[in-house]
């Protein structure tokens, strides 16, 4: 063969091929799915797209790495976990993806919603793949983390979010209804503690603390998932607090990462917003602070029976008032607040005593708080 004609089929040949690579990668997009439903089906389940298997034995609460998946139609089959095909499929979805985007595809939902609490907003439960274009495998800001949210509690109402920073008030994301993907968030890791979602001006608030350390650079997803209960007392959603019917899975913030890694946060709960029920509470009691454990800033939070006085006395371990919060008047009411800025103590456990009289009376009640500086 001439030499010239071997080099010139040999160069197309290596043209075609990059142009059949890149036209391929045109035409794919990038998927990270999760599974945030609470059926008991979707516990562990085969996912099957467009009849191949995709993922197998897929839980509940957990996400995949992003994935190459071809742009288009792509039919998604849900099957049980011990299946061979999608011939087996108990529910079979659709997604559309459009070429060179990224998505979060989020399973939730339940098969059967006559079986659970219908939603608050009135909002169709059935088992769906929610799609969000935009999704994120790293920060757009230097030195910044970034996050997008996602409410996805069936029986859960509009819900505000928070992102609780070390000073100051929480950074409201919401609100949000059942289904809904929040704007992107970024900001700088060492100024964040935690994060707080609140049904309602008149329910109870859930919350949880942790470290935001080593989120440099790094982009993740957010979603709130399980359940929150009916007070049996005043039938309204999460008041006070009742966090989780029993049976069902409990109230969870996960923390899901490009590469499929989870980490899973229980919520805490406290009365804090229940000032609006408009009900004098029965007696003095303190309800803990929050966040605990926190860094410098702490809320104390009480129910006053009476009007009263009030102030708060910190000491430490070994007995010695390290800090005071004088004497401020309260009216009777539930969910009192008092801010505790302990800038200028070291990190450590400390107790706080709150203070409340009432002319000649005096109501004292208090409990532990650590500071993690």
């Known amino acids: 063969m001439n030499t010239r004609y071997a080099y010139l089929t040999s160069a197309a040949a290596l043209v075609a091929t990059v142009l059949l690579t890149q036209l391929a990668v045109a035409q794919t997009a990038r998927v990270q799915l999760v599974n945030a439903s609470v059926d008991p089906m979707m516990e562990t389940v085969d996912v099957y797209m467009d009849d191949v298997l995709w993922y197998d034995d897929f839980e509940y609460a957990t996400a995949q790495a992003f994935a190459d998946v071809l742009a288009g139609t792509r039919q998604v089959a849900l099957a049980?976990?011990?299946?061979?095909?999608?011939?087996?499929?108990f529910k079979t979805l659709e997604m559309y993806l459009l070429s060179g985007q990224k998505y979060y595809a989020v399973l939730s939902g339940v098969l059967d919603p006559g079986q659970y609490d219908v939603n608050p907003d009135g909002l169709d439960t059935s088992l769906k793949l929610f799609l969000k274009i935009g999704a994120l495998e790293t920060s757009s800001e230097m030195g910044k983390f970034e996050f997008r949210g996602f409410h996805g509690?069936?029986?859960g109402p509009r819900l505000k979010f928070w992102v609780q920073e070390t000073t100051g008030d929480p950074y409201e994301l919401g609100p949000l209804s059942y289904g809904e993907f929040s704007p992107n968030f970024s900001h700088e890791p060492e100024q964040m503690t935690g994060f707080h979602i609140q049904p309602g001006t008149n329910y109870g608030l859930f919350y949880n603390t942790f470290s935001f350390d080593g989120l440099e650079n790094k982009a993740f997803f957010s979603i709130i998932v399980g359940f929150i209960g009916e007070d049996p007392v005043t039938g309204l959603i999460g008041a006070p607090c009742t966090a989780n019917p029993p049976g069902l899975p409990e109230l969870r913030w996960l923390r899901i990462f490009p590469d499929g890694t989870v980490e899973d946060f229980l919520f805490e709960c406290s009365s804090v917003g229940a000032e609006e029920l408009n009900e004098v509470p029965a007696a003095f009691r303190v309800l803990g602070n929050y966040p605990n454990p926190f860094n410098p800033a702490t809320t104390v939070q009480f129910d006053l029976a009476v009007g009263a006085l009030v102030r708060v006395d910190i000491y430490d371990l070994l007995g010695?008032?390290?800090?005071?919060?004088?004497?401020?008047?309260?009216?009777?009411?539930p969910g009192q607040q008092i801010r505790i800025d302990a800038s200028d103590l070291a990190s450590g456990t400390y107790i706080f005593r709150v203070v409340a009289r009432n002319g000649k009376t005096a109501y004292i009640d208090g409990g532990h708080m650590t500071l993690l500086k």
């Open 80 to 89: 049980p976990a011990s299946s061979v095909s999608s011939s087996e499929a």
């Open 153 to 155: 509690l069936i029986t």
């Open 320 to 333: 010695r008032r390290v800090l005071q919060v004088p004497e401020q008047s309260f009216s009777a009411g």
